[in-house]
């Protein structure tokens, strides 16, 4: 039996989006889980809208993700190559079949202007009968087709749909649907210029690369009928179809730039990684009987299957892919979190970010901030006191020394003295600061407070006293020398 073969094929009309993502993930999952192949193929024939960039920005964030195609761009195989639908085009792959179905009189040239066309669907309206197109080119004469050529209009290419029949085909997903062929438009099949249109191109295209399996959202179910209608009249076995859920933002509508970011690169310049927005789409319309939430890329892979796809939307929750982006993070050692650290700011043009930072205390700072990064934008903002001078939070001058004037000044005056003679290791700084609120009759939290907003600017951060170490006894002394005579002098 031939190994499964799947593809993805985004239009290069903007940036890939989650809905895309979604489809190539459930693509190539399905067919690393079966051996298979995964097919990655451009669809341009939208000449007006696709663009070079939009197929760069298409591919680079394919591979950021980690989908890695088999058979596509630059991974082209002679026999289904190539892998842009304009170069087929060019190449006369789809005239070819645009001529078959004129010839067996399944399709046809119509010479109406979209103006025409449009009249004729508004007529049909006030008729109270579906808005189509009322196929009176379907019955020119060759006579009459030669004249208006002669006259230099450029027909489009309708395919004729047989009336009174049905479409009917067993879903993966959504199981038995049907359509009714009398409802459907005499679709058109070729522009005037020639570029052939969705429906007829991919259909074409998936025939001739041999895609046994179509797993993509539902919003293309209504493409369907009329895809299978081609394989029918050109005699080709139909692939299996899966149609995925659609989803949905938090309102209840479909998914969409109001309810956020929606293009993949978005997600990566907030510092999210690969790994779990791909662990987190897998949950959108796939789930396993244990109800399992993370999982690495591997696991995805062996336990894929499209029979545990639903049929019902799915809502796409930020806070959920938030916490588990942050889940991620966390199962990371402190070297693995650095690296991809500085792997994001050298993607993102960022690394200006930590121009003239020490490296080593940067590493050490990270893991301080180890279980509260969530996002690898966190990082910067939670460490950059150890390398800027104090930027000092009202917020914090307010609360801590403000409110408590005399002990805040008594700990830190003392404290600058008292700090050239302790050892500067976390353990010993906590012994100072716990005898010095004994010896002073104060709470812990009045020693220990006023010397973190000393030395960070802050109320929030590491651990006080393993702070205190990573800056060293210079740097610590200069900040609560800093402190005093800009609060309390």
Not at 140 to 158: A, C, F, M, N, S
Request: one cysteine or more.
């Amino acid at each position: 039996m031939a190994l499964p073969r799947v593809r993805f094929a985004p239009s290069p009309t903007g940036d890939l989006h989650i809905g895309g993502v979604r489809t190539a993930l459930f693509n190539y999952l399905f067919a690393r889980n079966q051996d298979g192949v995964f097919v990655l193929r451009i669809e341009d024939t939208d000449e007006q809208r696709s663009t070079d960039e939009s197929t760069k920005i298409i591919l680079y964030a394919l591979k950021w993700l980690g989908l890695e195609w088999d058979e596509g761009p630059s991974k082209e195989v002679e026999k289904y190559a190539p892998y842009f639908q304009m170069k087929r085009k060019e190449a006369g792959i789809y005239q070819k079949y645009i001529d078959e179905l004129l010839q067996k009189g399944l399709a046809y040239k119509c010479f109406c202007s979209p103006e025409e066309v449009e009249e004729m669907r508004k007529e049909a309206q006030k008729k109270k009968l579906p808005p189509k197109y009322d196929r009176r080119c379907s019955h020119l004469t060759p006579q009459q087709i030669k004249e208006k050529e002669d006259q230099g209009l450029k027909p489009v290419i309708r395919f004729k749909i047989p009336q009174g029949q049905k479409v009917v085909w067993d879903d993966l997903i959504r199981g038995h649907i049907e359509f009714e062929n009398d409802v459907l438009d005499d679709f058109v099949i070729a522009k005037a210029n020639g570029v052939p249109t969705y429906n007829f191109a991919c259909v074409v295209d998936d025939r001739l690369q041999e895609i046994s399996h179509v797993i993509r959202g539902d919003d293309h179910i209504s493409n369907t009928p009329k895809q299978l209608l081609i394989y029918d009249a050109l005699n080709w076995p139909r692939p299996q179809l899966a149609h995925t859920a659609m989803i949905l933002g938090p309102d209840g509508a479909r998914l969409s730039k109001r309810h956020g970011h929606t293009s993949v690169l978005e997600y990566q310049k907030e510092g999210y990684l690969p790994e779990a927005l791909l662990n987190y789409l897998a949950l959108l319309g796939w789930s396993t009987t244990d109800s399992q939430q993370i999982f690495t890329l591997p696991e995805l892979i062996e336990k894929f299957s499209l029979s545990q796809c639903g049929s019902s939307p799915s809502t796409f929750d930020p806070v959920k892919l938030l916490w588990l982006n942050g889940e991620k993070i966390r199962s990371k050692t402190n070297g693995e979190i650095y690296d991809l650290f500085l792997v994001w700011l050298k993607q993102t043009n960022q690394e200006n970010l930590i121009d003239g930072w020490d490296r080593q205390i940067l590493k050490k700072a990270i893991e301080l901030e180890h279980d509260k990064i969530k996002l690898l934008k966190d990082i910067p903002t939670l460490v950059d006191f150890f390398f800027k001078p104090c930027i000092y939070e009202d917020e914090a001058v307010q609360k801590v020394f403000k409110k408590n004037l005399e002990s805040a000044k008594l700990v830190l005056a003392k404290s600058a003295k008292n700090l050239e003679n302790v050892e500067f290791s976390a353990e010993a700084l906590e012994n100072y600061a716990r005898d010095f609120a004994k010896e002073n009759n104060l709470s812990n939290g009045k020693v220990f407070h006023p010397l973190r907003v000393a030395a960070s600017g802050r109320t929030q951060g590491p651990s006080l006293f393993h702070l205190m170490e990573l800056l060293g006894r210079k740097e610590v002394i200069a900040r609560i020398n800093t402190a005093l005579e800009k609060f309390f002098s």
